[in-house]
């Protein structure tokens, strides 16, 4: 071993290379293709989990479900939500938990959210979903998909509270499953990357802003009557969306006729079943592709919520 060390490669001698691009540039060659400028260009990727026996053994209060759940029906629907996606060219991964998994854990949506640069993993509010978060960021590295922060001290985020309206603003809710501390991380995170963050405050007795907001195109946003925030409506109008509200609240409700995903513009996978809400949607222009969820929806979710959006193609 020589004892000279200067000039070596190691400590900046001829043979050194530094490291000069950007991390942003990175992605798609030294990480894995991911994120997301806004919530409607074409879906390239997601993360999933199919839910198994835990589902039927869950307790729904303590579960947080709506009522006891036929995990294997449940199952089958899953399938045919991965089949769906894959029939319109989204690669679907799949979480694989070691161990039992919790009841919940198929809801990837709340679990991470994707941004221009990578992921942030969330951080669950409720004690049943504590760590759900763990599979995920092990799927992610997995994958390569870089994770930008992860959550600490008190803060709690799940990704169905946060939205694109742009590619360079977001908008989170406040609320039951996302506090102050949670917004104040994700911000920071999000405007050192150059995206600028609006929060909006959620009724009380709703879960995220998922529930209250959708987007199908890049002038097309589908809101809640008398639930979204007037501050969202506010900001969607200020950039040019128009904003279609729900006419059928009892399908919404019942069906969760809103929780669709977005497969590219105007281009939607939604719940089947829903017949009024899906006249709308196609009055507005959008092609429907419907998937059966009514088992799933007994957990208190659909589509949306199952699906952990990791790309999209970009819009800036």
């Known amino acids: 071993m020589t004892a000279n060390t200067f000039n070596a490669s190691a400590y900046g001698g001829a043979g050194w290379q ?19 400028d806004s919530e409607y260009a074409p879906l390239r990727s997601v993360i999933m989990h199919r839910p198994g026996a835990e589902l039927g053994a869950a307790d729904p209060e303590v579960d947080n479900l709506l009522e006891p759940i036929d995990w294997q029906r449940a199952a089958t629907q899953h399938d045919a939500i991965v089949a769906a996606y894959r029939a319109a060219g989204v690669a679907v ?9 919790d009841a919940n854990q198929m809801f990837c949506a709340d679990l991470m959210a994707a941004t221009p640069e990578g992921v942030i993993l969330a951080r669950p509010a409720s004690v049943a979903r504590a760590g759900e ?38 908008i989170i809710g406040r609320g039951l499953r996302t506090n102050d501390e949670g917004i104040r991380q994700v911000t920071a995170v999000l405007e050192r990357i150059g995206v600028a963050v609006i929060v909006v405050d ?41 904003v279609a509200f729900l006419p059928d609240e009892d399908e919404g409700s019942r069906m969760r006729a809103m929780n669709f995903v977005t497969l590219g ?11 009024a809400t899906r006249g709308f949607y196609e009055s507005l222009g959008i092609r429907c592709t419907e998937v059966d969820c009514s088992e799933l929806a007994k957990a208190a979710g ?15």
């Open 133 to 170: 978060e763990r599979w995920v960021a092990r799927r992610l590295a997995d994958l390569g998909v870089p994770v930008l922060a992860t959550l600490t001290g008190d803060a709690t985020f799940e990704g169905a509270d946060l939205m694109f309206l742009d590619p360079r603003c977001a």
């Open 202 to 242: 959620m009724p009380f007795g709703t879960m995220h802003l998922m529930g209250m907001l959708r987007f199908a195109d890049a002038d097309l946003a589908v809101a809640w009557p008398r639930r979204t925030p007037f501050a969202a409506v506010q900001a969607l109008r200020a950039r040019g969306y128009q």
């Open 265 to 275: 513009p105007r281009d939607i996978l939604m719940v089947g079943g829903s017949t």
């Open 18 to 36: 530094g490291r000069v691009r950007l991390h942003r540039d990175e992605i798609g060659t030294l990480w894995a293709d991911c994120g997301i």
């Open 302 to 316: 659909a589509i949306g919520c199952l699906t952990g959006v990791l790309e999209r193609a970009r819009v800036a």
């Open 93 to 101: 991964h799949l979480v694989d938990p070691a161990g039992a998994p």
